[in-house]
């Protein structure tokens, strides 16, 4: 089963603006990664943020997370056509499973020229 | 570059053939983890090794899946007797448990092996 849910599903926005995408999840995590995946190819990863952060900056990546409302949201600025990819969320969560991750199903973000 | 590589990219076989894919995981990484990916899905957690150990199987990898990582080094994925429905993205990732340092936990992707069952 999946516990992560990003939304949107799908964003279109021009070159320049900035974009947004929010991930829910269920259960108490360890840490929430964030990676990219262009079409057909294997994902990277772009930024970790651990269950006792709040907040973190990776170059024009900002990532947010409150564990009382179980959500993140990850920030792209000055966006470029290039971030054209499906964006998803993973969980690790506490406990005894914390090496494996849960991730939701993503949001494909398009960047027009 | 010493990424986690996998062999091969593609694969195309038929139903009720064996196929088996490797990993190589980055060198100092001491945790190996294998997760499938559908069209249109997340990926989802197949089975993790420590070292090499496998410690955990999801419920998603039937009789017909088994993984090794012989020495803790690289890995293997073997499917026997394929299936349509086996057909899907199959990624490899590792990581190591340093106790210190950004990177601990985070998990490094290889490019994938994509599997098409006719």
Redesign the interface.
């Known amino acids: 089963s999946q516990q992560g849910e990003e939304d949107p599903q799908a964003l279109s926005i021009q070159e320049g603006e900035n974009a947004t995408m929010n991930c829910s999840y269920k259960t108490s995590i360890n840490n929430l990664q964030w990676y990219r995946q262009n079409s057909g190819r294997g994902l990277v990863h772009l930024i970790l943020i651990r269950s006792n952060e709040r907040e973190k900056h990776s170059g024009r990546l900002r990532v947010t997370l409150d564990t009382s409302k179980k959500s993140s949201s990850l920030l792209i600025t000055a966006s470029r056509a290039a971030d054209t990819a499906s964006y998803f969320c993973a969980t690790a969560n506490s406990g005894g499973s914390n090496y494996k991750l849960t991730f939701g199903k993503g949001t494909l973000l398009t960047v027009n020229p | 570059d010493t990424g ?1 590589s996998q062999d091969p990219r593609h694969k195309i076989t038929k139903r009720g053939q064996n196929v088996t894919f490797r990993c190589d995981p980055i060198s100092e990484h001491n ?1 190996l ?1 294998w ?1 499938r990916q559908t069209l ?6 197949l089975t ?1 090794f ?1 070292n090499e150990a496998q410690l ?1 199987k999801s419920r998603l990898l039937s009789d017909r899946f088994s993984a090794e990582r012989p020495k803790g080094s690289f890995s293997t994925l073997e499917i026997q007797r394929t299936e349509q429905g086996d057909s899907a ?1 199959y ?1 490899c ?1 590792s ?1 190591h448990t340093g106790t210190s340092g ?1 990177g601990r ?8 092996t ?1 599997l098409t069952v006719l």
């Open positions: 986690v945790r983890y997760y249109g899905q997340g990926p989802e957690f993790y420590q955990e993205m990624l990732a990581s950004g936990d985070t998990q490094y992707f290889g490019p994938g994509r």
